[in-house]
């Protein structure tokens, strides 16, 4: 018999968790395979390798963090706070690599170990905490505010369940839970030690302190406690790491203990549920709020943890609890985190001491408020009665903050009970709802929208009555996104190629690629723009093949809607155009057009009917199309299933052709629009959100722009109209939804699609059929231009050069200048 041969136990030496030679990275991801995995070289999956790489890279970053650590509390910084109920952070591995200057030696050593580092890549499961684009922001800006140092800690839930997973079954969405933690999360440090408890429900009872002085107290419920987990943010060679502090909700044994012990134990076990069930799932709405029970739970919950943390670093450093604004600037990313605002001066009031009126001076100097959507049904309002049983004494907090700042509204606007009424926190109406707009507006010192066109609305609209009230409260962030991830870590290519001409500083500075401007004149280096980007859609091509079973050709132009699915984003406007294009080619087969591979790509609410019904009909179309003869290699049709980030990744790269086809008016910014241009696809689009922006900065004769103004959308409502008209006067617009409605997509079914079709012959609210017409003509334009493929590349190459402006550092400068005032600091 053979003799067992052990694996031989790994003596570490030294430097094996700092040290970066080759060398000393193949003893590490060794060492952590070994004892920290548990498994051998030999038999290690790439999935255990993965883990082992992870761990080597974030041993690299802990005395960063420290170091990070120790020269903020030395400087006695002001440190932002970044409050979000998602953070769609995407893969860290490739990202950290990046941005640490570990890719090439780490590269090394995965091969000289016999892996693939691309492969090994693959393996990591992405924290999909989020459901788009105000989840991806909050990502993009943790990685700028480590990059140009901005002191700051992410604070938001460690949800159990992510995004769910997306399958396409019979041209229908399904959805898969996303257990991400499957494999356990090699990136985060848990530290009980500085768990807090939250309180739920209850009730508020008067008591006199030793001083004579009536206070309030609240005896809540249920306390559930709130674990930090923590996962080092690493900036872009600034040597600095900040820190996501992620809360997970636990049982406190203590509290359930009594009920155990009297032998309720159904009790003490409804106990322990209650309390783990608050950071189990995120919600999977995007840009819409039911009001339910458990949302409030969890948007309290990590509220809470993070003010706790707050003040506990605050008294720890040494300070006195009434400095609290000077030393730190929280951001509320949208509403969800806004009750922040009464839970605050509860802590200050009740749990402090300090009277209201010192406990207000700290609160409203402390928060910001970012506003992310307008539309009206993503504001958020808690039914009363709800928000009471949760909340009862920040509602009697918020009723309080709403008297006082009533009696303002009133001395300003003297006699206008309208606007009082508006303005009130509590909407009186009928069933009573807390406005949590309302509370954020109040609460803050500064309100922004996240694209010029979208503040201006806001100050229009949306929080008209805030503004006149408050102009200066009022300021426009445009938003960013990250070129570490979207540019250099996705498009490696292309990145070197900017690379080779015009060195690597655009990495931290991307206005640097302004230098690219005169080359889209020079043919050798278009020819070299066009063969990289060849390359980059055969890398998509593989990929799509594989997912879907869909062959397309790499030379076919790559027209990709990727986002959430939206009546507003409009994904069947686009639908509208492939069929027009259908019909063109079924009537005359011989018509010359460059081939357009159709890529769309995006998750739908579960319980929004009408985005589900869009994404069949994608499907539905797709099927037709992709087998008819007549059409053939001209047009193709590919619905990728489970749009995430890292899917995202692979797909800006690759597209010629970016559509941000919103209604004008509706999308607040968008981001994926800044993605798309970087990588050097031109945009089809409408003046809406950040696209305006986009298009002022890389040249009008750089865009594609069709379709009605925000105004015009507004006057063609407020005029009645008639969406069948146009239907009845369009040709060809009547031939494409003549041929949905006859059941031409839906094996005969006439019904499938009707929901849809009435809605849009009868109200059509966000306006495809008024803008179909320039929708078309704007494509036929696109068409011609693509014909002639050097001028095409000089218009990509101008778009990829000017692009500077939507960086999301940019992004953070301004709120570090206009919102936050904090200073950028360098390593001590
Ligand atoms: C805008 N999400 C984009 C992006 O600013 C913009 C709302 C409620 C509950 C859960 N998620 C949400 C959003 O409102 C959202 O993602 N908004 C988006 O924020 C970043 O670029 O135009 O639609």
């Known amino acids: 018999m053979e003799k067992l041969a052990f694996p031989a136990p790994i003596v570490q030496i030294e430097d094996d968790r700092t040290a970066t030679s080759v060398e ?387 001395k300003h606007f003297d006699g206008d009970e309208a606007r009082v009424s508006r303005m009130s926190i509590i909407d009186e109406h009928g069933e009573k709802f807390v406005r949590m707009a309302n509370l954020a507006c109040v609460g803050s010192y500064r309100v922004n929208g996240v694209a010029a066109l979208h503040t201006e609305l806001l100050k229009k609209e949306v929080l008209r009555d805030f503004y006149e009230l408050w102009p200066e409260k009022f300021i426009n962030v445009t938003n960013g996104v990250t070129p570490r991830r979207w540019l250099a870590v996705s498009n490696p290519e292309q990145s070197a190629l900017m690379t080779r001409r015009v060195g690597n500083g655009w990495l931290n500075n991307l206005d640097e690629l302004k230098q690219l401007e005169g080359l889209a004149e020079d043919a050798a280096f278009r020819a070299e723009w066009r063969r990289v980007q060849h390359d980059v859609k055969v890398r998509l091509t593989n990929y799509i093949l594989e997912a879907t079973g869909i062959s397309v050709d790499p030379s076919s132009m790559f027209d990709v809607l990727v986002k959430r699915i939206h009546e507003y984003k409009r994904q069947h406007l686009k639908v509208l155009h492939i069929l027009t294009l259908y019909f063109r080619l079924k009537r005359k087969p011989n018509l010359e057009m460059a081939p357009r591979t159709f890529l769309f790509g995006g998750k739908a609410a579960p319980g929004y009917a009408m985005a589900k019904l869009i994404i069949k009909l994608i499907n539905s179309v797709a099927e037709v199309v992709n087998t008819d003869p007549d059409v053939k290699h001209r047009l193709k049709v590919v619905f990728l299933p489970d749009y995430d980030v890292s899917l995202g990744q692979k797909v800006y790269p690759a597209a010629d052709l970016s559509e941000q086809i919103s209604t004008a008016g509706k999308e607040a910014s968008g981001t994926g629009n800044m993605k798309f241009a970087m990588n050097g696809a031109l945009t089809i689009g409408t003046l809406d959100g950040a696209n305006i922006e986009i298009r002022d900065a890389v040249g009008h004769e750089n865009f594609f722009l069709f379709g009605l103004t925000a105004d015009q959308v507004q006057s063609t409502l407020a005029q009645g109209y008639r969406p069948r008209a146009i239907y009845e006067s369009n040709p060809f617009l009547r031939e494409v939804i003549d041929s949905i409605s006859s059941g031409q997509f839906s094996h005969r079914d006439q019904n499938l699609f009707r929901p849809l079709l009435d809605q849009l012959l009868n109200s059509d609210p966000y306006l495809l059929f008024a803008d179909y017409q320039s929708y078309i003509d704007c494509q036929d334009r696109v068409t011609e231009i693509y014909r002639d493929q050097e001028q095409w590349s000089r218009m990509a190459i101008l778009n990829a050069a000017r692009m500077g402006k939507f960086s999301s550092d940019r992004s953070i400068r301004e709120y570090s200048e206009n919102i936050w005032r904090v200073a950028a600091i360098t390593l001590c």
């Open 24 to 410: 000393a990275l193949k003893r590490a991801i060794l060492d952590n395979l070994y004892y920290i995995v548990g498994t051998t070289q030999a038999n290690a999956s790439n999935q255990e390798f993965f883990a082992a790489v992870a761990y080597t890279v974030r041993d690299r970053i802990l005395a960063r963090w420290f170091a990070t650590l120790a020269c903020y509390k030395q400087q006695d910084v002001r440190v932002v706070c970044y409050l979000s109920a998602e953070f769609l952070m995407g893969p860290h591995l490739a990202n950290n690599l990046l941005n640490l200057d570990l890719e090439e030696p780490i590269r090394q050593a995965v091969a000289e170990l016999g892996r693939d580092l691309g492969v090994i890549e693959e393996q990591e499961s992405e924290p999909g905490l989020g459901n788009g684009g105000l989840g991806r922001l909050a990502a993009c800006y943790l990685d700028s505010m480590a990059t140009l140092g901005v002191p700051a800690i992410g604070y938001g839930i460690r949800y159990e369940f992510g995004i769910f997973s997306q399958q396409i079954r019979d041209g229908w969405q399904v959805e898969l839970t996303d257990y991400w933690l499957r494999y356990g999360n090699p990136w985060e440090i848990r530290h009980p030690h500085e768990a807090v408890e939250v309180g739920y429900g209850g009730r508020t009872e008067g008591w006199t302190d030793s001083t004579g002085r009536y206070r309030v107290r609240w005896v809540p419920a249920s306390v559930v406690r709130g674990v930090p987990y923590n996962t080092p943010i690493v900036g872009y060679r600034s040597g600095i790491a900040n820190d996501l502090r992620l809360w997970r909700s636990e049982s406190t044994e203590s509290f359930y203990f009594d009920r155990f012990n009297s032998g309720d134990y159904q009790g003490a076990v409804a106990g322990k549920t209650f309390a783990e069930n608050i950071s189990k799932v995120l919600y999977p709405n995007d840009e819409e709020i039911q009001g339910k029970e458990l949302r409030l739970q969890q948007q309290y919950f990590f509220t809470s943890c993070a003010l706790q943390d707050m003040i506990r670093l605050h008294l720890r450093a040494g300070r006195q609890i009434d400095t609290f604004h000077e030393k730190w600037a929280i951001q509320l990313n949208d509403t969800h985190p806004s009750i922040g605002v009464a839970e605050l001066m509860r802590l200050l009031v009740d749990e402090h001491g300090l009277d209201w009126e010192k406990a207000w001076e700290i609160t409203s100097n402390t928060f910001s408020y970012t506003n992310h959507t307008l539309l009206p049904e993503a504001l958020e309002r808690w039914p009363r009665p709800m928000f009471a049983s949760i909340l009862p004494r920040h509602l009697e907090i918020i009723n309080e903050i709403n008297a006082r700042f009533l009696s303002e509204v009133r």
